[in-house]
């Protein structure tokens, strides 16, 4: 075993020694290796310890790369950002004016969203996930159905759910597996919240899924062109007039019939 260990040292050794290349029209040979004597010992050592068994020590090079917290931090103020711009002017604002509210670069910007549909599938990615979120939280913190539909409501305003409508605009890929799949959580966590609230006799029974998601959505976010400012300190006033418009008894007969979840897909 020994005599097989030093006869592979010895052919690496050799190896870095005449790796040599001729410069055309000299007849001298340009050592390619590293040009020193200590690295071609260490070298021949490392190729003896691997012949050996021995197990080197892992690179750099083998080391998954994590994103610094500072890089994070970016991403997430870019998404912020963009959520509240898409609220306020609507999916075509300047890419520009993004990266100024959150405070970072053009370049930090598109390193992380090379384009409009890659932040915009980010932004409704975020807003649908943490808005089921907010639905879990009010079904855990409430035990009248009512209240908790009305607590989810608000905050779901405070998610600036309004933002999900760019998912009408066409901009990007809406039926992506990732965006389906926290739709349908999304939907799921709604409808959960109107039938509990519909069964205890405390919501009116005309009403469906789609009437709250696009009240949501309405309520939540400016009219195109609005020259009011501060217009968000409303928000919750006429939710809570559209919420007291939901319990019963009903005060009246709706126009129409109930906006169901197939009809909003339709739309």
């Known amino acids: 075993m020994r005599v097989a ?7 690496a050794a050799q190896a870095a020694v005449t790796g040599n290349t001729a410069q055309p029209g000299t007849g001298r040979a340009t050592r390619t290796g590293t040009g020193t004597g200590s690295a071609t010992r260490a070298d021949t050592g490392r190729v003896a310890e691997a012949a050996a068994g021995k197990s080197a020590a892992p690179t750099a090079s083998c080391r998954v790369a994590r994103p ?14 963009a959520r509240e711009l898409f609220v306020e002017f609507g999916p075509d604002v300047a890419l520009d004016d993004v990266a100024r509210r959150a405070g970072v670069g053009n370049a930090t910007l598109y390193r992380n969203f090379p384009d409009r549909a890659a932040l915009t599938h980010e932004v409704v990615l975020a807003v649908t996930s943490r808005t089921t979120l907010r639905a879990e939280e ?31 605009s066409g901009v990007f890929d809406r039926d992506h597996p990732d965006l389906l799949a926290e739709r349908d959580r999304l939907e799921e966590a709604v409808a959960g919240l109107v039938t509990r609230a519909q069964s205890a006799g405390r919501l009116r029974t005309d009403i469906a899924v789609g009437d709250v998601l696009v009240a949501l959505s309405q309520l939540t976010r400016p009219l195109p062109g609005i020259a009011c ?32 979840l197939e009809d909003l897909r339709r739309s």
């Open 138 to 168: 009010a079904v855990a913190a409430e035990s009248d159905p009512f209240a908790a539909l009305s607590r989810f409501v608000h905050a779901a305003a405070d998610e600036r759910i309004g933002a999900l409508c760019p998912m009408i």
């Open 68 to 81: 610094r917290a500072d890089a994070l931090r970016n991403r997430e103020r870019i998404v912020s950002a």
């Open 5 to 11: 260990v030093e006869t592979v040292a010895k052919g």
């Open 229 to 260: 400012q501060g217009i968000d300190r409303f928000t919750h006033r006429h939710l809570q007039l559209f919420l007291d418009g939901l319990e019963t008894p009903a005060r009246s007969e709706l126009p129409g019939s109930a906006a169901t």
